[in-house]
């Protein structure tokens, strides 16, 4: 049964702090989403890549936040410094899409971050 | 922007078919219409997408105004388990915003 993983699950940091979240894309897929979602905004892209390129970072705080894939099987979403207002869960998903093909995205369970 | 609009909330009778609505009036010629839900805590969940024809799976019905201005999704015979966030989302196939929902909440 193939799955989207994130790791850490559950993230407790103090104000400053680096954190680094990482998602594995199920095997095959080759678009990767990063979402946030809070009480507040609801459900944000942040940013996403195909074929492990970046194709929109558009929605992602570009002075804290960045966003890459190492390779096929890792993507990761960095925050430095992080900020109390960047308490979420960080949503990853991916998918196997092109221009012409419908976009189902497979969901991760989340990281939820709390920055104290 | 927001491109749908969705009633914040809405109720069902266990067994009985829930008809979820929402309204896309601004939506463009190549965009699609797609329905994710999000079981509480879990990872939003695709459900079902659209063009100009009613469309039909395992998990829904979504039926598609002509106009296109419109869509209406139905799960036609809704469990407890259906008790989540139903998100309708108009995209072309790339990224896709997801609004504020209907929370659907299914009642014994």
């Known amino acids: 049964d193939a799955r989207v993983t994130q790791t850490p699950r559950h993230k407790v940091t103090e104000m400053g702090q680096e954190v680094t979240m990482r998602c594995q894309p199920i095997?095959?897929?080759?678009?990767v989403f990063w979402y946030r979602q809070t009480m507040m905004q609801g459900l944000e892209l942040l940013a996403y890549?195909?074929?492990?390129?970046?194709?929109?970072d558009s929605g992602m705080p570009k002075d804290r936040f960045s966003a890459e894939m190492p390779d096929a099987t890792l993507a990761t979403l960095k925050i430095q410094p992080s900020e109390p207002r960047d308490s979420a869960v960080y949503f990853c998903?991916?998918?196997?899409?092109?221009?012409?093909?419908?976009?189902?995205?497979?969901f991760g369970p989340g990281t939820r971050l709390t920055v104290l | 922007d927001a491109k749908t609009t969705q009633p914040p909330s809405m109720d069902c009778a266990e067994g009985r078919a829930a008809n979820l609505p929402c309204n896309h009036s601004?939506?463009?010629?190549?965009?699609?219409v797609y329905w994710y839900r999000q079981i509480h805590s879990q990872g939003p969940q695709y459900i079902i997408h659209?063009?100009?024809n009613n469309e039909t799976n395992e998990m829904a019905s979504l039926i598609i105004t002509e106009d296109r201005k419109s869509s209406t999704l139905i799960l036609p015979h809704a469990t407890l388990r259906d008790t989540a966030v139903y998100y309708c989302?108009?995209?072309?196939?790339?990224?896709?915003?997801f609004g504020a929902g209907t929370r659907l909440t299914v009642k014994p």
């Open positions: 659209g063009l100009k």
């Open positions: 890549f195909r074929n492990r390129a970046p194709l929109d």
């Open positions: 601004t939506i463009s010629g190549n965009e699609y």
């Open positions: 095997l095959g897929h080759n678009t």
């Open positions: 998903a991916s998918g196997l899409l092109d221009w012409l093909s419908y976009n189902e995205q497979f």
């Open positions: 989302i108009v995209s072309h196939h790339n990224d896709m915003r």
